[in-house]
């Protein structure tokens, strides 16, 4: 979970041939994190569609502080009480060590500030933004939790 660095479950190539399929449009400019998981998809879409990519650490998934990286049984067995106050009040309260909601949404708030991203454009990014940025189009958190994010799926907002 977070921002840790880890293998996707396919191939990039694989990756790339999925996205470039599905794709309900053929974007003009790519923007993308620049974390792995996303930067390599993005530079493989990029590559296939002959479009320019730019990379912006505002789009990196939620910072999760001492818990990045592990799986939320993990957490629960290890440090089930903090765990569980954090997950009773994840609105209002910061994993150890890791970025506060409000935090979250204002990062990603200024990256739409200084990018309105235009509807010929993509981006590649992660589960944590996609909800943040439904939330800042108008949907509840709860809803914005509760809604799909599909594995190398495009998804449209309108902000």
């Not at 912006?56 to 990286?69: A, I, K, Q, S, T």
């Given at each position: 979970?977070?921002?840790?660095?880890?293998?996707?479950?396919?191939?990039?190539?694989?990756?790339?041939?999925?996205?470039?399929?599905?794709a309900?449009f053929?974007?003009?400019?790519?923007?993308?994190?620049?974390?792995?998981?996303?930067?390599d998809?993005?530079?493989?879409?990029?590559?296939?569609?002959?479009?320019?990519?730019?990379?912006?650490?505002?789009?990196?998934?939620?910072?999760?502080?001492?818990?990045?990286g592990?799986?939320?049984?993990?957490?629960?067995?290890?440090?089930?009480?903090?765990?569980?106050?954090?997950c009773?009040?994840?609105?209002?309260?910061?994993?150890?060590?890791?970025?506060?909601?409000?935090?979250?949404?204002?990062r990603?708030r200024?990256?739409?500030?200084?990018?309105?991203?235009?509807?010929?454009?993509?981006?590649?990014?992660?589960?944590?933004?996609?909800?943040?940025?439904?939330?800042?189009g108008?949907?509840?958190?709860?809803?914005?939790?509760?809604?799909?994010?599909?594995?190398?799926?495009?998804?449209?907002h309108?902000?």
């Amino acid at each position: 979970m977070g921002q840790t660095v880890i293998e996707t479950t396919i191939s990039g190539a694989e990756a790339v041939a999925e996205a470039t399929q599905s794709a309900p449009f053929r974007p003009v400019r790519l923007i993308s994190s620049d974390l792995p998981r996303c930067a390599d998809l993005a530079r493989g879409l990029a590559d296939a569609w002959s479009v320019p990519v730019h990379f912006d650490p505002r789009l990196r998934e939620m910072n999760f502080g001492e818990w990045e990286g592990r799986h939320y049984d993990a957490i629960e067995a290890e440090d089930g009480e903090r765990w569980h106050t954090w997950c009773n009040n994840w609105m209002t309260e910061s994993p150890p060590g890791g970025e506060s909601l409000d935090d979250f949404v204002a990062r990603v708030r200024g990256w739409l500030a200084d990018h309105q991203p235009s509807p010929d454009e993509a981006v590649v990014t992660h589960a944590g933004v996609i909800r943040v940025l439904r939330v800042l189009g108008g949907m509840t958190w709860n809803d914005a939790m509760t809604s799909e994010n599909p594995f190398l799926g495009w998804i449209e907002h309108r902000l």
